[in-house]
């Protein structure tokens, strides 16, 4: 299961954060400059999930590989803006923590950096104990306002993406319905619309994961990437994806052996799948965590750098 990391994260979230839609800095606001263009790798796309109470985004632009000097990683999220519920006006809303505002509002040395490697930032949403979900809208509109909360952020913020976390709602709470099966087909289909171009990718737990169709509408192929949720196993997401676009391995790093890391990165090239989900980077010299699944997955090691 998740460690005890996320529910401490979801728990500050509720207390310590602001709601997302705050002025954003000019910093912020500015264009993204065009990226460097990444040296070219062959293998699966690797992703980082950060805890950002704890640790810098910058971490994942720290890694390379010994061969070729490619990025370690391909897609960093920020983990984690929250679904919060607005009891006054009975409706969800997108919220931000003093750590994610943080990074955010500081994208130019948060964000940029990583993008300027071509390394593609990604916002995680996560439930944050309120009721509110991403598989109880009440309506197509309320999902539909949501949907445009979050692809406002992703322009105003210069992201690339918006992964959807369905862990910690606590549907019910402050009078909220129970999950429905139009919901979250409803908020996929208007966020795609928004922003056809970007990532939308699935943390496959929860009741949203199980509710992918509704009137004839299937939203499997709308997103970009699903993966695993449980470190230090093998499980293949249950969505209708190709292989190039799954995570059936998943790993805590510096919490899953290296040897189930190399083991699970294997099997990743052997069974052909194309994506290799990693979670915690933090501060500290990693290389040897990170290079247990580049040398399966990219026949290389890989190097830290400060």
Do not use: C
């Amino acid at each position: 299961m998740r460690t005890a990391a996320l529910a401490l994260s979801a728990v500050a979230a509720l207390t310590l954060g602001t709601t997302a839609m705050t002025s954003p800095t000019d910093a912020a606001a500015a264009p993204a400059p065009a990226p460097t263009p990444a040296v070219k790798k062959q293998g699966p796309t690797s992703v980082a999930y950060v805890e950002v109470n704890n640790n810098s985004m910058l971490n994942v632009g720290k890694y390379k590989l010994a061969n070729g000097g490619g990025n370690a990683f391909d897609v960093a999220v920020i983990f984690a803006a929250n679904i919060n519920y607005d009891t006054t006006k009975k409706a969800a809303y997108l919220h931000f923590n003093e750590n994610v505002q943080r990074v955010l509002d500081n994208a130019v040395t948060e964000i940029r950096p990583l993008q300027e490697k071509g390394i593609k930032v990604v916002l995680s949403v996560l439930g944050n104990h309120q009721g509110a979900g991403f598989a109880n809208f009440p309506s197509k509109q309320a999902a539909s306002t949501f949907a445009k909360q979050l692809s406002d952020t992703v322009s105003k913020y210069r992201l690339d993406g918006i992964d959807f976390d369905d862990e910690y709602a606590e549907y019910g709470n402050n009078g909220t319905g129970q999950p429905n099966a139009s919901s979250f087909v409803h908020l996929v289909t208007a966020l795609r619309a928004n922003m056809p171009d970007k990532i939308i990718s699935l943390y496959n737990i929860g009741p949203a994961a199980s509710r992918l169709s509704y009137g004839g509408v299937d939203i499997s192929s709308k997103f970009n990437y699903a993966w695993n949720p449980y470190y230090g196993t093998w499980q293949v997401p249950g969505i209708s994806l190709p292989k190039s676009k799954l995570s059936p391995a998943a790993v805590e790093i510096g919490g899953t052996s290296r040897s189930t890391v190399a083991s699970l990165a294997r099997r990743t090239v052997n069974e052909g799948y194309g994506v290799y989900l990693t979670y915690n980077l933090d501060g500290n010299d990693r290389s040897a965590d990170v290079s247990a699944f580049t040398k399966e997955l990219y026949g290389s090691d890989a190097v830290y750098t400060r």
